[in-house]
């Protein structure tokens, strides 16, 4: 051996030299992310659980598999989330803040059916980017009614609200047929879409589930008779 081909000594000192070295990197990849490092860890459980309660089943999967999906300590996992609930309803509760931002953006400026294809567009293609999500939405947040009543009081009444303000202001403008509740068309949309989210779910075909996006609206917008009368 010459002494090229000795391995460099590592000691206390040299490894905190290191450290220091590549902390500015670590900083950097943390800033272009957009995220502080904290919050950084936190979106990394979050996408972990997402992965994990969607390929064990949520009543399956320990905290500690979370973990290891992330790459952290279980410890680590308790430092930003109090319990495996936690981490389920803030899955929900990021993804549903996303969609109500987005549907309060697809308001703007836009023809009140334009608004309603766009939101209808948004819904599908988010749960059909990320099949672990769409399973956790679709299956495992309707294990039992605790989950659903809490989030059907909150975001999802948000959610159904933006949808029957838009049926409303078409109703307004004289675009959609009044004498009809924009609620009730607000939840008979939400429901064909949630309806053809799960089929997606558990169908063993792979298709793209935002094309259902028009056809369901047209079917809530047009219904299903000719006009012509018998």
Not at 66 to 79: I, K, N
Not at 82 to 91: A, F, G, H, M, Q
Not at 187 to 214: C, H, I, Q
């Amino acid at each position: 051996m010459n002494s090229h081909s000795v391995p460099p000594v590592t000691t206390p000192r040299s490894t905190a030299r290191l450290s220091a070295a590549t902390a500015p990197a670590r900083r950097r990849a943390a800033a272009a992310s957009g995220l502080r490092p904290a919050q950084d860890k936190r979106e990394r459980i979050l996408t972990a659980a997402t992965k994990t309660f969607a390929r064990r089943g949520f009543f399956n999967a320990q905290v500690a598999d979370v973990a290891r999906a992330a790459g952290v300590a279980s410890g680590t996992v308790y430092l930003y989330f109090r319990s495996k609930d936690d981490l389920i309803v803030s899955i929900f509760e990021r993804t549903m803040r996303s969609a109500i931002a987005e549907g309060r953006a697809a308001l703007d400026g836009l023809h009140p059916e334009a608004s309603l294809r766009r939101i209808a567009r948004l819904h599908l293609e988010r749960l059909g980017a990320d099949r672990d999500l769409a399973v956790v939405f679709q299956v495992e947040l309707r294990g039992t009614t605790k989950f659903m009543e809490r989030f059907s009081a909150t975001y999802v009444r948000e959610y159904l609200g933006i949808l029957r303000d838009v049926i409303a202001d078409g109703q307004a403008r004289r675009v959609f047929r009044a004498g009809i509740s924009p609620t009730l068309v607000a939840k008979a949309l939400f429901g064909a879409l949630d309806e053809m989210a799960t089929n997606w779910v558990l169908s063993p075909r792979t298709y793209d589930l935002a094309a259902d996006a028009d056809p369901i609206v047209d079917l809530i917008l047009n219904g299903v008779r000719t006009g012509q009368r018998p």
